[in-house]
């Protein structure tokens, strides 16, 4: 999964892209997948070779193989710039794979990147290990680039190499849109946002129609307020007005101007209006607006009235933070177990509770965290251009961007 989200992120920036594999395919029809059995590892052929190295410690055995695996590479690597191996020059897996591997760095044939994930070496029971031909697994070569998965990685490698020179920390990331399961809808829709919403602070959704009793004022109030308090915030409107009603008419003309005079426009978004690649509108269904829920960091109701509730129940069940309106319907759906607030208290009142609210809770900061740091957009942008400048124009001042 992880090769698979890398490969897709690469394709998405405009990269050729090709995964090379010993075992499986099918499983995307977007990237191209090359299958080669010799790369597998757990063929009956590299099984075999590992257990008579493992009796006679000699590597002449598999140097058939190695070359075979080499002209391979070779061959299904030549109009590519870069090979990236996961884990496969640190683990005991594939001895004759990890070999041609350091064979086509020392000659030059292609840029390798070793994605180091995990080593045995990390562990008690690597002794089997400590001598040929396995010691490879612990060799740091000088033609490779190194990424290890996190800090605490990088100094394990560190320990294990001697050596941290050409070492980057490359965390693995999350796909929020896939995980999450978004609709394509949603996605389509949020495109031209998404990396506002990644890179905000907060994200508050509002799901209400375009009507005073929604009281939407206080929200730009409120949004306002937060921004002034150094928040990078967004306010998700899914409403839309009733071209029917006049009154829904001149409310949502009002809403746009105050938004304006408030200089919020492009904090507050009114999806309702928000137009597609082709210039189109999009119905905002039911689960799109769940979809909302999902990628917001909370659910804010400031209604002035209201017969009931539903949003609030919809939140609850999805576990998003909600702070409302103290009115009855709210306060007897709730039972005390949201964040209210008095219709006469200042937007800069209510803007404290929230920040007190979401900084309180370690649930709210971790899914944060993770949609601005380790969602792939953002480590494509911040750790992998880097990378790839760096290994297409080796210099200090470039490798030095990577960490």
């Known amino acids: 999964m992880v090769v698979l989200q890398q490969a897709r992120m690469l394709k998405k920036y405009g990269h050729r892209v090709k995964i090379i594999a010993g075992r499986g395919g099918g499983v995307s029809t977007d990237v191209d997948i090359e299958i080669h059995p010799l790369l597998s590892s757990s063929g009956d052929e590299i099984a075999s070779l590992h257990s008579e190295m493992a009796k006679t410690n000699d590597t002449g055995a598999m140097e058939p193989i190695v070359q075979l695996v080499e002209r391979f590479l070779a061959?299904?690597?030549?109009?590519?710039?870069?090979?990236?191996?996961?884990?496969?020059?640190?683990?005991?897996?594939?001895?004759?794979?990890?070999?041609?591997?350091?064979?086509?760095?020392?000659?030059?044939?292609?840029?390798?990147?070793?994605?180091?994930?995990?080593?045995?070496?990390?562990?008690?029971?690597?002794?089997?290990?400590?001598?040929?031909?396995?010691?490879?697994?612990?060799?740091?070569?000088?033609?490779?680039?190194?990424?290890?998965?996190s800090e605490s990685r990088k100094r394990?490698?560190?320990?294990?190499?001697?050596?941290?020179?050409?070492?980057?920390?490359?965390?693995?990331?999350?796909?929020?849109?896939?995980?999450?399961?978004?609709?394509?809808?949603?996605?389509?829709?949020?495109?031209?946002?998404?990396?506002?919403?990644?890179?905000?602070?907060?994200?508050?959704?509002?799901?209400?129609?375009?009507?005073?009793?929604?009281?939407?004022?206080?929200?730009?109030?409120?949004?306002?307020?937060?921004?002034?308090?150094?928040?990078?915030?967004?306010?998700?409107?899914?409403?839309?007005?009733?071209?029917?009603?006049?009154?829904?008419?001149?409310?949502?003309?009002?809403?746009?101007?105050?938004?304006?005079?408030?200089?919020?426009?492009?904090?507050?978004?009114?999806?309702?209006?928000?137009t597609l690649g082709d210039r189109t509108r999009q119905a905002l269904h039911r689960n799109t607006v769940r979809d909302l829920y999902l990628i917001s960091d909370v659910l804010f109701m400031p209604s002035s009235q209201e017969g009931y509730g539903l949003p609030l129940l919809e939140a609850g069940l999805l576990k998003l933070p909600i702070i409302c309106s103290r009115i009855p319907p709210f306060t007897e759906i709730s039972d005390g177990n949201v964040c209210l607030f008095d219709l006469d208290e200042t937007p800069e009142e209510i803007a404290d509770k929230i920040i007190d609210m979401v900084s309180s809770?370690?649930?709210?900061?971790?899914?944060?965290?993770?949609?601005?740091?380790?969602?792939?957009?953002?480590?494509?942008?911040?750790?992998?251009?880097?990378?790839?400048?760096?290994?297409?124009?080796?210099?200090?001042?470039?490798?030095?961007?990577?960490?």
Request: proline letters at 5%; one cysteine or more.
């Open 75 to 149: 061959s299904s690597t030549k109009s590519f710039d870069i090979l990236i191996a996961h884990n496969v020059l640190t683990m005991p897996y594939n001895l004759p794979f990890t070999y041609a591997l350091h064979s086509i760095a020392n000659k030059g044939l292609i840029n390798v990147v070793s994605w180091n994930h995990d080593s045995p070496y990390f562990y008690n029971d690597y002794h089997d290990l400590d001598k040929l031909p396995w010691q490879i697994l612990r060799h740091k070569n000088e033609n490779i680039h190194y990424v290890c998965i």
């Open 156 to 274: 394990d490698f560190a320990k294990l190499y001697g050596s941290e020179e050409n070492m980057h920390v490359i965390p693995n990331g999350i796909d929020p849109e896939y995980f999450l399961d978004l609709n394509p809808s949603t996605i389509r829709l949020l495109e031209d946002i998404r990396l506002s919403l990644y890179k905000a602070d907060l994200v508050m959704v509002q799901p209400a129609r375009l009507h005073p009793r929604k009281n939407i004022e206080l929200s730009v109030m409120v949004t306002k307020a937060l921004l002034e308090k150094k928040v990078d915030t967004i306010l998700l409107l899914t409403g839309a007005y009733d071209p029917h009603e006049s009154e829904s008419i001149t409310y949502y003309k009002r809403l746009k101007e105050f938004c304006a005079y408030m200089g919020v426009n492009k904090r507050v978004i009114f999806l309702s209006e928000h």
């Open 361 to 403: 809770s370690r649930s709210s900061g971790m899914f944060r965290r993770v949609i601005k740091e380790y969602n792939l957009d953002s480590i494509y942008t911040k750790k992998v251009i880097p990378l790839l400048e760096a290994i297409s124009l080796p210099s200090s001042d470039a490798l030095g961007k990577i960490n």
